[in-house]
C-alpha cells in the first residue's frame, strides 16, 4: 500500500522558512486569541440566533396572532447561563396599559425529555396580575393563546384578576401565593 501527499511537501531552503511550517504558524496565531473574549462572542452569537429560532416560531405557528403584531428585531436575546444550566433565550415587551407592569413574551428551548436531547420550542406568555405579581402561560400553539385572551374580561393590556378559575390561572406555573411583585425583566 502506497500513501500519496495530497500536497508537494513543504521546502526548506530558503531563510526562515521554519516560520512559514504550519505548525509554528498555528502557535504563533493561538498565543494571540482570549479564550474569555472567544466565549462572549460565543454567548453573543447563541443570544442572536435564540432571536432568529423565536421570529422563525412565530411566523410558523403564531402567524395569524404573534407574528403580524411583534416586531422580528423586537427581541432582547439573552446568552445561556454557564454549563447551559439554562438555554439562551429572548424576551419582548408587549406594552403595558398602567405604565408600570407589562405583557411579555418568553421564548426558550428545552429538551423534550430527560432522556432525549431533542429540543422543543417553548413560547411563554408573562402576564401581570391585579394584586401586583405576575403570572406566566406556556402557549403551546396559537389556539391556546386565543382561548386564553378571549377568557379575559381586562382590557387589552391591563393586569388580570387573581381568580384562580380563570384558565390563564389554572394553566400558570405561577406562585399561587403572589409572592413575586417584581417584573419579569
Given at each position: 500500500?502506497?500513501?500519496?501527499?495530497?500536497?508537494?511537501?513543504?521546502?526548506?531552503?530558503?531563510?526562515?522558512?521554519?516560520?512559514?511550517?504550519?505548525?509554528?504558524?498555528?502557535?504563533?496565531?493561538?498565543?494571540?486569541?482570549?479564550?474569555?473574549?472567544?466565549?462572549?462572542?460565543?454567548?453573543?452569537?447563541?443570544?442572536?440566533?435564540?432571536?432568529?429560532?423565536?421570529?422563525?416560531?412565530?411566523?410558523?405557528?403564531?402567524?395569524?396572532?404573534?407574528?403580524?403584531?411583534?416586531?422580528?428585531?423586537?427581541?432582547?436575546g439573552y446568552p445561556p447561563l454557564?454549563?447551559?444550566?439554562?438555554?439562551?433565550?429572548?424576551?419582548?415587551?408587549?406594552?403595558?396599559?398602567?405604565?408600570?407592569?407589562?405583557?411579555?413574551?418568553?421564548?426558550?428551548?428545552?429538551?423534550?425529555?430527560?432522556?432525549?436531547?431533542?429540543?422543543?420550542?417553548?413560547?411563554?406568555?408573562?402576564?401581570?396580575?391585579?394584586?401586583?405579581?405576575?403570572?406566566?402561560?406556556?402557549?403551546?400553539?396559537e389556539d391556546a393563546l386565543i382561548?386564553?385572551?378571549?377568557?379575559?374580561?381586562?382590557?387589552?393590556?391591563?393586569?388580570?384578576?387573581?381568580?384562580?378559575?380563570?384558565?390563564?390561572?389554572?394553566?400558570?406555573?405561577?406562585?399561587?401565593?403572589?409572592?413575586?411583585?417584581?417584573?419579569?425583566?
Amino acid at each position: 500500500m502506497s500513501i500519496l501527499p495530497f500536497s508537494p511537501p513543504i521546502q526548506h531552503d530558503r531563510p526562515g522558512a521554519d516560520a512559514e511550517l504550519p505548525i509554528v504558524a498555528l502557535h504563533q496565531r493561538v498565543q494571540d486569541f482570549d479564550l474569555s473574549e472567544r466565549a462572549r462572542e460565543r454567548d453573543e452569537e447563541l443570544a442572536f440566533q435564540t432571536v432568529l429560532n423565536v421570529d422563525a416560531v412565530l411566523t410558523g405557528s403564531f402567524r395569524d396572532t404573534l407574528d403580524p403584531v411583534v416586531q422580528a428585531m423586537a427581541w432582547t436575546g439573552y446568552p445561556p447561563l454557564e454549563d447551559n444550566e439554562l438555554m439562551a433565550s429572548a424576551i419582548t415587551h408587549l406594552g403595558t396599559v398602567d405604565g408600570v407592569r407589562g405583557w411579555w413574551l418568553h421564548y426558550t428551548r428545552h429538551p423534550e425529555t430527560v432522556e432525549h436531547d431533542d429540543l422543543v420550542h417553548v413560547l411563554t406568555l408573562i402576564a401581570p396580575c391585579v394584586c401586583g405579581s405576575y403570572t406566566e402561560v406556556e402557549l403551546v400553539d396559537e389556539d391556546a393563546l386565543i382561548v386564553l385572551l378571549d377568557e379575559l374580561d381586562t382590557p387589552p393590556g391591563a393586569p388580570i384578576a387573581c381568580d384562580p378559575q380563570l384558565r390563564i390561572r389554572r394553566t400558570s406555573y405561577a406562585d399561587t401565593r403572589h409572592a413575586n411583585l417584581e417584573p419579569p425583566w
